[in-house]
């Protein structure tokens, strides 16, 4: 970090500013301008009080210099970049095949989950999804899901998940709403919890799985940025829990065709750039709109996502919710087999060309997202 | 509602759509046009079962023609519009007099609360404010309240800000994070539960605060639309509970400068087309910097707020968090003053201008903002 | 479009509606409600006058049915689309090689202007990009170009670049900032016009273009909806200009990491939707990072884009504008081989699975996005 | 400026960049840290050449340290901030009184204009503002303005607002669309030229303006940054031009609701941070609701606006273009008082606790905007 001195800043305001920093146990260093004074502060600058050295006379600004988030990043040293691979049941994320993960928005009934399952497993998903209890941006949408009324009923609906899950031997992943409800989702057998969008900054809840040994997918919120969001992902992950997936699932933006806005160039940044974690793409949420969710998908998967979660449904057409972006049956299938060609060309493409496409890992350090910052003023 | 047929439609397919709503107890009427023809729907639709109608062949959409919220908007008929007042403890919100609400980012010590309440009190403040967990965007910014810890911590630290509101006569606003801590507030004696940005879609959190007799504040989140973020206020609302006020508190934009942009238009949309609830101004997570705080928040007064809802703080420079935000004591007894002064003006505009400026309720319900969607186009 | 009375409104004031309309030439149905009646407007609305029905006694609202652009939209009956295919110089766009036009931001002289043109023709590029007037988000920048100075300076850098195009067979493709330089561009034998970002709601410079023989690139505002976009494509194609060519380049969003947000839904909404112009991917403008450029192309590919546009330089560390986003010429080659291998495979995919992603062209139809609007709600 | 070098950077490489910076002869300086070293470069660095430094060896990254913009920020020293008046014909903008510019969004006829200008005039405005030449969104919406269809009708266009403004003693303010136009503008006897929001970051219409003695309005882009528009405004004053306005008329925003977002905030940072330009609000354009116009004008003044520009009608219900934001006759009389007494107040409010609500100049400096950057993180 480096405190910026103001132009009018006297020689004893520089010294002043060093002295409460050498005293907080920070080291520091002086640059001296024909204009101003920078002093460079050394060490954990995470211990720094907020408000200690900014409001001393003569300081203008504190600019910072390195990376806030530390655990959601790239596991690596700039050489030698080391990706995360995190197991839903038997199935792995972030590993060599692509992951892909489907299933009805909402439980509804034993016989609804069983054939989603079943459809799941035979069009070639790996694993199932489904929400007990459902987020509905109006409170007259009628439908919560099986589990809104009480423990009871969420017990009762995610017993009815579980079950289909391993009847059709699918590892099976549920949205969580409520911190206090922890210890049902693991209590029922539920392989993966899953962080929906409107909760991505919900702390108590994301404090909560801190603790939990189950595998977290953590949406990101449709206003956070790349690395904002990558900061509440790093809140999880503080207490040393690794196994967690990011997921983009469609940004708000000047566009009002689709629901959202799937932001690839993220997806590329988290893969590419920023962080070892695996990344799914959910282009359901991000488009909205049942036909466009077989192209977002592979432009996901392009982008460098390796793993797919998008909504599907025996019947969409008697959906209870989101029925609109839900994929009929032969939609699911044939996206499961253009994924993993999706998948299987991106994988040789890496192999082929990546090396030349980023040039080589010092480069693309020294090319940093940091660096476009620059030349955008 | 309208069903619009596709226009290749069929007789018949016309048929069965009207046939299918009868069914589901809906009266219908025909529009036939030389190119189209539109079924209008009779009755309530929110008990329309997603995915009847518009899978049926022939259907090409489904086009909305009334509000979905309901108790959040105006409870007026159109030419009698009748504002709600909302009591927080003595306080009266909404009412003939504007309600000021202060105090720092979060409680620190006895001592600091202590002094702060003194602040606010001075200053001519009516209530106040100060979290006892507090969000943060990084794990790492260290400070997360004094109740962070646990239910002991939490008691504890809610017992300081009660006891230095009731020590200065200034009923409190607190913040809260987890649905499982609402009795918790409620036993200790705090007379306004807030809902922060990053929880505005906390489902579990609106659901539980349906049945907590304190008043609630519930802020904008900063990527909602203005009638989206009426529908989560209506969440708390559908089961009976009357005492909510709006906040808006800034949105997300191009804007890069101020923390948020305040969205002025939509605090007058809600005092003068959408909704009678009180609606508070939060500048300082609007502008996230001390110095605009002051004009934004008398724009936002202008524009229709009735509440000032501001951080203050007795030191912000040793404040342990957004300490760039909070006003010094010297400000906070600026602001009051000047927000008083503009409240009063605004008073007397309403009385001379406001027949004038709107015409008459007939007309402003008919240029109101479904209107400008068609100009739009 | 339909007519929504007032709740209110008399029998009288829905004649009166009546009756004006079948003065201004329109046919008229109604429909009937227990609550509310809509009066159906049958004709070419956009010749209905501003103001003339809206504001008549009893109306409320006036509701859209119908979209608004109609030559950027498919040439095609619901069950046959048709694309369009558009030809830069002899090099076919939107047909069944994938086009690929890459080169420097700018000219900066003969020396370099033919290296690029080298390094396009020996990567396996189609056409050669360069800006002879450059945009410069600062006044400081320095650099806006070879022929920024005059009109003379102007002919000079668009020769230099046609001559390097011919040298190498490759056809040109130029920005253009002044609707008075039109024919300058036309008589220096410039293949293909291009309309940046900063220009595309430039009314006069549309305008102006209508009459241009040459195909024009319209790259997409950073704050236009996907289908306003397309509104202002359609001011280009009104007196029945037919060679035009989609350009998503990134809009603004909360993400603040990369330049812009590479929208891959409304690319796939273009091609998949809304339109049959042939549509380019800008990766390098989407990203601004150079090592981004490579998997977000090849998302775009995926999405649906024919076209790829992305800048390149035989040195990039030297150029004299945008050097951060030009890929080097190791990454040139890379992303044409790439870019070419899943066009391939896209194409693939479209023949297998399209039909199933989609169900049919029909269905397409009816799940359109106009329908998600409901959802929405 | 700052040249941050890589962690592993050798003395070499550092010493390379230094001398490469005295070659450019820049002065420079070192603050070496116990992880990496800091290079301090002092002296213009607009005349550093793009992509020079940046892509020598070890050097990750460059961090500007100082704003970009020079003549549109505050003319002043930090304690003496001094305004720029600007002159519209013998109307004072950024002066003692309140400058109140209104009329039709478009001239439409002799009548229409003479009966808008006694309108404005009765109502107690200060100038006329009328387009001859319209921005459309949708190439079918007919009406483009009286002189939209060549040189001899926009001349004549322009005779007639002169002639109204002429005849009721307003100066007038007309939108320019072509930077060919601009002598016809200057020669028709127009008293102040507007950018609107479209145009923008019209380069070429910019810098062409740079050398018109007529006054500039120039719009806000609605998807400009605060400080990224003060650099498109900065490009118009490059060569000396002093005479320009600024004009916040709403951006871009998840809010869907008004037609954009008013960002007082910006007016606020504008007149009280950043620059000392005078600075118009356009209620009209930014909510697009004419019930909305008069909160938000009286919102904007608040903020920090001494101009206001909105839309008036003599009669709106059949005005050719944006009907529906234009103010009745009785709303713009309520509006031009409600303004100034809203004017009034601001004044006072200025003068009694300004320097409280900034505490001082050098403290205001001291917690300006670049500060809060570090908070975001």
Known sequence: MLVKMRRDATADE????????????????????????????????????????????????????????????????????????????????????????????????????MEAARLVKEAGGNALRGGVVKYRSSPYSGWEGLGASDTESLKKGLRLIVKAGREFGLPTVVEILDPGDVPVYEDAGVDCIQIGEPNSKNQALLNRLRSTPLPVIHKRGNSLDTEAYLLWVERIMTGGKENVILCERGIASANRYTRNTLDVGSIAAFRYQLSGLPVAVDSSHATGIRDLVHPATLAGIMAGASVVLVEAHPNPLIAKSDGHQGLFAEQLHALVKASRATWQLRRELDQAYLPSATLDIAYKDRMSADRKRFFDK
Request: some cysteine.
């Open 14 to 113: 520089v010294k002043t500013v060093e002295g409460k920093l050498h005293d907080l146990g920070f080291k520091t260093g002086r640059l001296e301008g024909t204009e101003l004074t920078l002093v460079g502060v050394y060490g954990d600058i995470s211990k720094l009080p907020s408000g200690e050295i900014e409001e001393l006379p003569g300081v203008e600004q504190l600019i910072p210099i390195s990376r806030a988030y530390k655990r959601a990043s790239q596991k690596s040293t700039p050489d030698k970049p080391i990706f995360s691979t995190v197991d839903i049941g038997k199935v792995t994320c972030g590993g060599d095949a692509l992951a892909f993960i489907s299933g009805p928005c909402s439980v509804e009934s034993e016989a609804q989950i």
